[in-house]
Each structure stands twice: as C-alpha cells, then as structure tokens.
C-alpha cells in the first residue's frame, strides 16, 4: 500500500494544502514519510489533526494516496489502542444507539413540533436493527467498555 | 437509473440534531416529485471520520448493513449529509470494484440473517438534484426569487475523493453554485471558499479549538454574504457555531424561494 510513497518528490504540495496545517504543527509530507520510513510515532497527536479534506491526495503530482494512507496510519494507532477519549466516546455512542450522535429528549419534542415522528425511523426505533449493528461491533473486536 | 424515487437514508445529525433540516428536505422532494422512502432500521452510515480511521473492514460491515436496506426496498439510496455520502458512496463503490470484500461482506451479513445481494446506488441529494433531476424542473417550482447574496459551501466530501464523484472539477466547483442561483440569490465569491469547515476527520470531536480556527478563518473570510448555503449539516453545525450571519442548509433555502413559510419550516432566521 504504501510503495507509492517512494516516488514521492517532497514537493509539499501536501503540507501547503492541508487545512490543519495552516492552524497548528501539522507537516503532511514530514508524516507521511515517517510512515515509509516505518519511524512513525504512533503516540503523536498529529496523526488524528487531518480532517480527510482530500486535498493532499487530490493535488498531488505523483499521485500517491496520502489520505488513505494517514486513515491505515491511525488504524494502526487504534489496534495499539491509541486512541483518543473523545472519538471512543463515539464508538460507544454506535455501539449503545447505533448512533455516532444519539437523540436526545429536547430533539424529540422538536421533531414532533415540526411534524415528523418523534423518534426517527433509525434504530432508534427499531431494536432488532440495533442488535445487528451490535454483533457487528463486537465480531470487530469492539466492546463497550 | 432512478425514477425520482429513493430509500431515504437519514444518518445522525439531521434527524437527531438539526430535524428541521429533514423537515424542509421532506417537504421540498415533495413539490418537486421526489419520493423517499424511510429506511427502517438504518443507522450512523458509519461516521467516517471515527470508524473509518479505527477499523476499514468493520466500517465498511456497517456501511453495508445500511446499503442492504436500501437494496431490500428495491431503491436506490439518497442522503442528505457530505459525510454519509461520503461513507456510503465511498463504501458503495469499493464493494462493486472488489468482489473479494464484497464476498466477506456478503458472507457476513449472510450469516447474520441478511441477504446481499446488489449493491444499490448511492446519491447525495444535491448532486442528484443537478446532474439528474435537472435546474430546469426546478426552476418551475420557484415562486418566490430570493434578493440574497449567499456565500456558497460545498465541503470537501461532496467533491473528493473526485474518482467517486460526479463532479469532475474539485478545485473551482460550479454545480451547487447553480442550484443556489436558480433560487433568485446570488453566489459571492469569497478567500476561502474551498476550504474545509475543519469538522470532518474526528477533528471537531478530538479537537475542538483545531477545529473551529479553521472554521472561524473560513467564515471571516466571507464579505457582503446574507447567509451561508451549505449541502452538509457537519459543516452546517461548524460554521454555524463561528458565524455572524445566518447559516441554511440547500433545502431549507429552496424551500424558502418555493415560498414555503418559514414557521412550517421551523426556521428562525432573519434574511
């Protein structure tokens, strides 16, 4: 996957493209051949800064797929349980609801006073539906706990 | 191809936090003849910026729970959200290029008493409303011109990855400027337009204040805008939160200039 990254140029093409960089300390081209490299620091909070604007990958000369390749790099962090508190958070939110973003009890009443069903027709409403997207979770190894 | 009919895929956001987005959507595909079905049972698409940097094989399992539904209905999907598009389109499109993955997703869901078979189409509403429903049909259903300059957002998954989307032209975009047009309002050009709102990729969830300067230096860009259109209620939440001027989602100002009244919309705008 990532022999595309030895045709790379170090043109920075990347890193004048990437809308994080611009706001903190967030060098695409500098991440992405640590990783070639196999030097990357999987404990860099770099890693979670790109936002998956695509434009590195879009814009770049030698067509490498930078993008995707930061989205291995962090799987990698997540399998040694490098993970942020916050995006677990939502994994549960998945895992509880179905939902990265559940409903709650002021939504409800919005809905009902524009007229839609008070509860969607999401596994928010159906619990079979839910019990799947669970199994699933859990074939992944994913636990709520 | 489609008959103007669609299993109507939901997500999070919309219905759980920004409903009368899903209101004004309901009530727009209505006038123009557009049928959405409710996808029973569908969920999180699965969010791309979390489940798609922690696990790719399980991301595209629950990408494909969702792309069974629609397929069970026998239509194909639409969505209203950049980042289930982006999921859902980009999940779509790989289990049709790869009957390898394809086979492991099918012999999974399979085994958990779903059957897979096709993979259905998936559209994002904006794109479908240009490039097959057409401005011209939409245009008939246009009786109120709105006087607004609007500052367009098209955020980054509606255009990329652009060998999944049928906009060719990522870097200087035109069709949702179109739709936008049609309405009576002007598109403004402004610095940033292209830029990213900064929410997507976990960074609005991991890192809020990341997140928001790239908002807040988009939207300070902006100069003489009414409001601001967006196609995604990610960006919408995004740029809403750092925003002086009001932020509409695409069907919320179509609505307005189908003169749809603003308190069936819910909307509380000033414009």
Same mark, same amino acid.
């Given at each position: 996957m990532l022999n595309s990254i030895h045709s790379c140029m170090k043109c920075g093409t990347c890193t004048g493209s990437c809308p994080s960089g611009r706001v903190v300390s967030f060098r695409t081209r500098q991440l992405v051949e640590e990783h070639c490299l196999g030097e990357i620091d999987l404990d860099d909070i770099a890693i979670w800064y790109c936002t998956t604007c695509y434009n590195c990958m879009e814009r770049c000369p030698r067509n490498i797929d930078i993008t995707d390749d930061i989205l291995r790099i962090r799987e990698e962090a997540y399998k040694q349980g490098k993970v942020l508190p916050q995006h677990k958070d939502i994994m549960s939110y998945i895992y509880r609801t179905g939902h990265a973003v559940p409903i709650n009890e002021e939504i409800k009443d919005l809905r009902e006073s524009l007229?839609?069903?008070?509860?969607?027709?999401?596994t928010h409403k159906f619990e079979e539906a839910l019990g799947i997207v669970r199994l699933l979770l859990e074939e992944g190894g994913f636990n709520d706990k | 191809m489609t008959n103007d009919e669609f299993a109507f895929f939901l997500g999070? /956001?919309?219905?759980?936090? /920004?409903?009368a987005i899903e209101k004004a959507s309901r009530l727009v595909c209505d006038k123009l003849g557009i049928r959405l079905y409710d996808m029973d !049972? *569908?969920?999180?698409?699965? *969010?791309p910026g979390v489940m798609k940097s922690f696990d790719k094989n399980l991301w595209l399992k629950l990408a494909a729970r969702n792309l069974q539904i629609s397929e069970k209905m026998g239509y194909d999907l639409i969505t209203m959200c950049n980042g289930c598009y982006g999921t859902l389109k980009d999940a779509s499109m790989e289990l049709k290029e790869d009957k390898e993955k394809l086979s492991d997703v099918k012999e999974t869901l399979n085994r958990l008493g779903l059957s897979f078979e096709n993979v259905p189409n998936v559209y994002h509403l904006v794109e479908y409303l240009y490039f097959d429903y057409g401005l011209d049909r939409i245009r008939e259903t246009i009786t109120n011109k709105l006087n607004l300059n609007v500052a367009v957002h098209y955020g980054c998954h509606l255009l990329k990855p652009v060998k999944y989307r049928?906009? +060719?032209?990522? +870097?200087v975009p035109q069709f949702f400027d179109e739709l936008v047009e049609i309405t009576g309002a002007k598109s403004i050009n402004y610095p +940033?337009?292209?830029?990213?709102? !900064? *929410?997507g990729g976990g960074v609005r969830s991991g890192m809020k204040d990341v997140s928001l300067e790239i908002a807040k230096r988009k939207v300070a860009s902006i100069k003489g805008a009414d409001c601001i259109v967006t196609p995604c209620p990610f960006c919408h939440m995004q740029l809403e939160q750092v925003s002086n001027i009001p932020v509409l989602y695409y069907t919320q100002l179509l609505a307005l200039a189908m003169d749809i009244p603003k308190d069936v919309l819910g909307l509380e705008v000033e414009l």
């Open positions: 007229g839609l069903s008070r509860i969607p027709p999401t | 999070c /956001l919309i219905p759980n936090r /920004l409903p !049972g *569908a969920s999180c698409c699965p *969010a049928r906009s +060719e032209n990522f +870097e +940033e337009k292209s830029t990213c709102c !900064g *929410a």
